[in-house]
């Protein structure tokens, strides 16, 4: 929209593009736009994609809000069709219901028709799930790499995480209430990786803590206004 009109469309679109890493190796990537309709058209018609071009693995990655303090190392939920291709990874979760995503049916689908098929969901702080995140960008993409073997740069999204933590350090600096809930978070983490003994990092007892929403708004004006002094 521009002024008073409409000046452009942009087309969704699902396209599948075949992509070289580092070195040079091809590899498929599918992306954009999640189909409202037909999800199992859908599903079927990408694991045509898979046996025609002999895919060996099918990677996917995503992003969750978790209960987890932004000053900790990133962590994954993962899963796979096949428990030896995920066996290095620890089970942050029991069994849950979640909301349904055609990723999840594409890999649920890929299994059943043998073929190999893992996800990696990076946990994002929940404070944070409505700003751009670039160091779950950055896990992920680590991840692809000892998963799949392939060379993908990651050099830009760490200058990028690593910048966007510090403002986000600074702003929690600004506020007692907000630091008292990154602690909390600290604590409930590292009491969790130390024994495992909290069924999921869902839970927590912070009811009379702010909500994510209200410190997540309150940093969001944060990295705004620093984004208008810097432009």
């Known amino acids: 929209f521009e002024g008073d009109h409409w000046g452009s469309y942009a087309q969704p679109e699902l396209a599948l593009r075949e992509v070289l890493d580092s ?5 498929l990537l599918l992306s954009g736009s999640e189909p409202d309709l037909q999800w199992e058209r859908f599903v079927r018609a990408v694991t045509e994609l898979v046996e025609r071009f002999d895919v060996r693995l099918t990677v996917g990655l995503d992003a969750v809000p978790m209960a987890v303090p932004h000053t900790r190392p990133s962590t994954f939920t993962a899963h796979a069709t096949r428990p030896e291709l995920i066996a290095d990874h ?4 029991g069994t849950v219901e979640v909301p349904a995503s055609v990723s999840a049916l594409l890999e649920l689908r ?13 946990h994002v702080p929940h404070y944070l799930a409505r700003t751009a995140y670039p160091e ?3 896990a992920l993409l680590e991840q692809l790499k000892s998963t799949s073997g392939l060379a993908v740069p990651v050099e830009e999204l760490r200058s990028a995480a690593q910048r966007m933590l510090a403002e986000v350090d600074e702003q929690v600096g600004r506020s007692q209430e907000v630091a008292g809930v990154v602690r909390h978070l600290e604590q409930q983490f590292d009491q969790a990786v130390e024994a495992r003994g909290r069924p999921s990092l869902l839970a927590a007892d912070a009811d009379d803590l702010p909500t994510a929403d209200e410190i997540g708004a309150e940093l969001e004006q944060f990295l705004a206004e620093q984004g208008d002094t810097a432009g």
Not at 23 to 27: E, V
Not at 90 to 93: G, I, V
Not at 115 to 120: K, L, T
Request: negative net charge; hydrophobic residues 50%.
């Open 136 to 138: 779950a960008a950055r």
């Open 23 to 27: 070195d040079g190796t091809p590899f």
């Open 110 to 122: 890929l299994g059943e028709a043998g073929h190999d098929a893992v996800g990696f969901a990076a």
């Open 90 to 93: 620890e089970r942050w979760f």
